[in-house]
Structure formats: C-alpha cells, structure tokens
C-alpha cells in the first residue's frame, strides 16, 4: 500500500498569508494526486486534481505542483473561508489518503 | 447539480449490521463508478468499496471483504453499503464519492454529506 505522509500536521497562518502544504509519497505516484479541503461537519471538497489541475469553481489562490513522490499545495493571499483540514489522496495504485494538516488561525 | 444524498444517521449493537444508502442526482448515474469512504476518529479516510453504476462491477477493499457490500438499484439512481459484524472500531463517518469520469479521472469529485455510524452496546 502507498503510505502518503503531509506535513506540518497542523499549521498555524494569518489571513493574507501565502502558506505551502507538503504531501509525500512511499512510492512514485505519478501525477496521480489529489488535494481536498474539509470543514466542520462536511464532507471532503475536491481542491486539485493529476497533481496541478483546479477543479471546477476552485479560486486561483489555491495552487497545486509536484510529481513523481513530492507534491505540496500554495495556498496565496489566505482568505478566512481557507482555514480546514487539507488531505491529498493518491489514485495510481488503488486509493489513499494522507493523515492531513489542520491549518489554523494564528 | 451533481448531488449525492446519503441516509441518516445510525446506531447500532456491537454484532449487528448497517445498510446506508446514497442517492445520486443531477448527472448520467450510469457513467460514473461511486465509492464509499469511511473516516473514523483519528483515523485517515479509507475506501471500502465501490460499484461501476453503469456495468453493476463491484469491489471492495481487502480490509473490508467478507464484511462490506456494495449494490445499486439503477432505476432509483441509489447505491447502497452493507457492512457486517461491526465493532465499537467501525463507528465513524460514511461517505459515498463520485469517481470521475473516464479511465483518466480517477479522484472523487463530488461527495455525500456523510452518514455517521455509532456502535455501542
């Protein structure tokens, strides 16, 4: 099984801050990742798709890049509706999930 | 819009079973492959199965054979999770997740609001 690892576990930033999430792999996956974003009580939102592809009506300020092991998540210019639990998933071998980081307000 | 709406919430004995269901609307039910995903409390989320609305194939998870599984009912655009024999480690959140479409596209793009599952004696 592909072991997916973020860090930092929890991150605490300000509104207006560019922030960097990190998501590494036990094994290559390709560009096969995902990124979602989870609040309270809801269900996991898809964020980012194959690495580096927005999905549908997902702002600019969220980027994602990496392949191969290494990936991370920039989030620009931190908005207060930014502040949840992100999980990147892997789908190049069956399907995983990282443990996620929390980012906080600081 | 694409909607998927799970059944309500559940409390169950150590032993006994739980069927939720996920109701699908807003799109060709048949194109796309559902999956359910659990999220328990500090636990990472994990697939446990899924089912190809189109062709009725099925899979589950080898942590979760011989206890999970998965069918539709295409007239209703509905598919439903049976999980067996559970224990106090099942209670946890279910989801079902849309998987895209096509062999190209293969993250959940959309989500169920989720089913909580309590196991308690």
């Known amino acids: 099984e592909i072991v997916m690892t973020q860090s930092p576990a929890i991150l605490p930033a300000s509104p207006g801050e560019r922030v960097i999430l990190s998501c590494r792999a036990s094994?290559?996956?390709?560009?096969?990742l995902a990124w979602y974003q989870q609040k309270p009580g809801q269900a996991p939102r898809l964020l980012i798709y194959?690495?580096?592809t927005r999905a549908t009506s997902i702002p600019a300020r969220f980027s994602g890049s990496g392949s191969g092991a290494d990936f991370s998540l920039t989030i620009t210019s931190l908005q207060s509706e930014d502040f949840a639990v992100y999980y990147c998933?892997?789908?190049?071998?069956?399907?995983?999930f990282g443990q996620g980081t929390k980012l906080d307000i600081k | 819009q694409v909607q998927l709406v799970q059944s309500g919430t559940e409390v169950k004995k150590p032993g006994a079973s739980v069927r939720i269901s996920c109701k699908a609307s807003?799109?060709?039910?048949?194109?796309?492959?559902l999956f359910w995903v659990r999220q328990a409390p500090g636990q990472r989320l994990e697939w446990m199965g899924w089912?190809?609305?189109?062709?009725?194939?099925?899979k589950v998870s080898q942590k979760f054979q011989g206890r999970v599984t998965v069918d539709k009912d295409t007239s209703a655009t509905t598919v439903y999770m049976d999980l067996s024999s559970l224990t106090s480690e099942d209670t946890a959140i279910y989801y079902c997740?849309?998987?895209?479409?096509?062999?190209?596209?293969?993250?959940?793009?959309?989500w169920g609001q989720g089913t909580l599952v309590t196991v308690s004696s």
């Open positions: 997740a849309r998987r895209g479409y096509g062999s190209g596209h293969l993250y959940f793009d959309s």
């Open positions: 807003g799109y060709t039910f048949s194109d796309h492959t």
């Open positions: 089912i190809d609305a189109g062709y009725g194939d099925t």
């Open positions: 094994q290559s996956v390709g560009s096969k």
């Open positions: 194959d690495a580096s």
């Open positions: 998933q892997q789908y190049n071998e069956w399907y995983t």
